[in-house]
Nanobody, 122 residues
């Protein structure tokens, strides 16, 4: 099973930027999609961005126009560029492979890593 390690989080002021990285221990190209998720205290984990094997992207409405997901298959790494950060973006961010992406049985398919904490101060 592919292991995933997230990095790049930190403390930033509102309006600032961060770039998260997710390094996989194996090939990410075999998965139909890769995605970034986040979980804020007291809330359920939500998917915020996804990128397919063909580089099609999708975002949750709350981050559209501010976040950009990308992938480097040669490095088995997925990135999340986060601009114009808001306090409500504060959460632990995780990445994962997605099985059956875009279908009613879509689900995260890998093991969850430790995540990386993003804290946005107002």
């Amino acid at each position: 099973q592919v292991q995933l390690v997230e990095s790049g989080g930190g403390l930033v002021q509102a309006g600032g930027s961060l770039r998260l990285a997710c390094a996989a221990s194996g090939s990410i190209f075999s998965f139909s999609a890769m995605a970034w998720y986040r979980q804020a205290p007291g809330k359920q984990r939500e998917k915020v961005a996804a990128i397919t094997r063909n580089d099609r992207t999708n975002y949750v409405d709350s981050v559209k126009g501010r976040f950009t997901i990308s992938r480097d298959n040669a490095k088995n790494t997925v990135y999340l560029q986060m601009n114009s950060l808001k306090p409500e973006d504060t959460a632990v961010y995780y990445c994962n492979a997605v099985a059956n992406y875009g279908t009613v049985v879509e689900r995260p398919s890998g093991s969850w890593g430790q995540g990386t904490q993003v804290t946005v101060s107002s």
